[in-house]
């Protein structure tokens, strides 16, 4: 599953994306793997998903057929 | 309504007019945001900015739609700079045009919290000396 990084998410991971493999049915299980292998990610305010350039809410589904990024806190303006 | 949605490398405020002006408009209304010398006591020397652009164009689309549910708009504008930035550079415009002031002031602000709010951008601070940080709001 290919997972894009943006701002700080890069930095936390060292890596513009991830490539491995996640077990994560949805979209809570995903934030909950990201959390135990990178645990600085629980230092961020908010920690969002999107799932094929949306949005997505914990009980999204996500499968390796999606277009999947991590949201760190937003601050452009 | 026309609009205009962008993520670019440079803004160039000199040609809004151009952009809002509309033969049934009595207002335009603009947002610039540029590069501040100083946060919080500390010397910025430059920003940089990265986006998700193809769901950031997603989000100020959806923006712009609400924006012209809401108020009655003739033309509407959302810029947003990537890259680095200098202190005095434009790095976001927004702006509206509408028959009379209130609706377009009201929308250039709505249009430019809810980008702040929503659109997948981010800033990293580039201080004196060798300093940099990404900026993460506080909730």
């Known amino acids: 599953m290919k997972i894009l ?4 998410a890069k930095d936390i991971v060292g890596n513009q994306s ?5 077990q994560a049915k949805n979209v809570a299980e ?3 793997e990201l ?12 920690l969002a998903v999107a799932v094929d350039e949306e949005y997505a809410n914990d009980d999204t589904p996500i ?10 806190p937003v601050s452009g303006g | 309504m026309e609009k205009k949605i962008e993520i670019i490398e440079h803004i160039d405020p000199s040609v809004i007019y151009k952009d809002l002006s509309h033969p049934a408009s009595g207002g335009i209304c603009v947002f610039i945001g540029a590069v501040r ?3 919080q006591n500390q010397k910025v020397n430059s920003l940089f900015f990265e986006a998700y652009e193809a769901m950031a164009l997603k989000e100020m689309e959806k923006i712009a739609a609400a924006a012209s549910k809401q108020w009655n708009l003739h033309r509407l504008i959302m810029q947003h700079a990537v ?3 200098k202190v005095e550079e434009p790095v976001v415009l927004v702006g509206a045009s509408s028959a009379h002031r209130d609706d377009c002031f009201e929308a250039c602000r709505f249009l430019i919290d ?5 659109v997948p951008i981010w800033k990293k601070e580039f201080f004196d000396g060798t300093d940099e940080v990404w900026v993460t709001p506080h909730p």
Not at chain 1, 5 to 8: A, V
Not at chain 1, 18 to 22: G, I, P, R, T, V
């Open chain 1, 5 to 8: 990084l943006f701002g700080i």
């Open chain 1, 18 to 22: 991830l490539d491995e493999a996640f």
């Open chain 1, 30 to 32: 995903l934030k909950q």
């Open chain 1, 35 to 46: 959390i135990q292998k990178y645990p600085e990610f629980t230092k961020l305010s908010s």
């Open chain 1, 63 to 72: 499968s390796a057929q999606n277009e999947i990024a991590i949201i760190p």
């Open chain 2, 37 to 39: 010398d100083t946060t």
């Open chain 2, 83 to 85: 890259g680095d930035k």
């Open chain 2, 114 to 118: 809810t980008l702040k709010e929503k």
